[in-house]
C-alpha cells in the first residue's frame, strides 16, 4: 500500500527503512531483505518508462557512545545496506555523528525540546563529508505542539546547514505526502525556493551516490547536461538559415 501511494504522489524511488535502538534487548543487524522478495513487479513511475526503484536503509538509534563502535566495525550486513543512517540522542553523539561515523544521513529529533544546541563546526563537517541531516515532518502534520517545535527546531537547523537536509521515508500511507507538499513544508522550515526543492530531489540523490561511495570505497561519477548558451545556439545554426532568417 505504502508503495502504490509513493508511486501515485510522484516519488521515483523509496527505501525500506530497518530501524535498530540499542536501547532495546537481542538487537541484531540482519542482511536486508531484497526488495524483489517483496515486490515481484515494481510499478513504473508516472510519466517515464522506468520503475519505481527500492533501497535498502538501516536506521540505528544509539544513546551511548558505545553504540557507534558498531559502525566503526567493518560489518558484513552493514555494507549490504544502500543508506545508513543514524539518530544521536545527546549532543557528544551527534558531534561523532557528523565528524567520524561512516554514515550517509545524520536524524535530527525535532518534535520536541532539544536537549542541546546545534553548533556550526561540526554541522560544516558533515557537510564537506557529503552528510546530509534529516528532518521528519510527519508530527507537524499531526499534532499543533509538535508543528510549533518541529518549525522552531528545524529553523535553528537550516540558519546552520544551508539547506542540506532531505525529506524522510514514511511508514504509514496517511502520513505521506506528495514532493511538492514536501517542499512546501520547506519553505515553513527556512528554505529558500530552490532549497526546499532540493531537499526532495537532489539532495536524495546526493545521499544515494555517497551510499553507493560508502560500499565501494571508491567513488560514482554521473553526467549532467550542461544547458547550452543563446549565442552557442546562434553560432550552431548554418549560414543559409541565418540569411533566410534575418530576410
Keep these: 500500500n505504502i508503495l502504490t501511494v509513493c508511486f501515485l504522489v510522484g516519488y521515483s524511488a523509496v527505501a525500506l527503512n530497518h530501524v535498530i535502538d540499542f536501547k532495546e534487548k537481542k538487537q541484531e543487524i540482519i542482511k536486508p531483505i531484497s526488495p524483489s522478495d517483496l515486490f515481484p513487479s515494481l510499478p513504473i513511475v508516472q510519466g517515464t518508462s522506468k520503475r519505481i526503484k527500492v533501497l535498502t536503509r538501516l536506521t540505528l538509534v544509539v544513546s551511548d557512545p558505545s553504540h557507534c563502535n558498531l559502525l566503526r566495525s567493518t560489518s558484513a550486513n552493514i ?31 525535532v518534535t520536541e525540546k532539544l536537549p542541546f544546541y546545534f553548533r556550526r563546526p561540526p554541522v560544516n563537517m558533515a557537510i564537506d ?66 532549497e526546499a526543492k532540493a531537499a526532495v530531489s537532489t539532495n536524495c540523490r546526493a545521499t544515494m551516490l555517497h551510499g553507493e561511495t560508502r560500499k565501494t570505497a571508491c567513488g560514482v561519477v554521473y553526467t549532467v547536461k550542461k544547458p547550452r548558451k543563446v549565442e552557442e545556439e546562434e553560432t550552431a545554426v548554418p549560414a543559409c538559415k541565418k540569411a533566410k532568417t534575418q530576410a
Design 79 to 109: 555494507r549490504l545496506y544502500d543508506i545508513i543512517a543514524v539518530f544521536p540522542k545527546t549532543e557528544k553523539l551527534f558531534h561523532i555523528a557528523c565528524t567520524t561515523l561512516d554514515v550517509d544521513l545524520v536524524c535530527i529529533n
Design 129 to 194: 563529508r557529503g552528510i546530509y541531516f534529516e528532518l521528519l515532518y510527519t508530527p507537524a502534520i499531526k499534532d499543533s505542539t509538535m508543528r510549533r517545535y518541529t518549525i522552531s527546531n528545524a529553523i535553528s537547523l537550516m540558519q546552520i546547514c544551508k539547506g542540506k537536509v532531505s525529506s524522510p521515508s514514511e511508514n504509514k500511507p496517511l502520513e505521506l505526502r506528495g514532493p511538492y507538499d514536501v517542499a512546501n513544508l520547506g519553505l515553513l522550515f527556512g528554505l529558500s525556493e530552490s
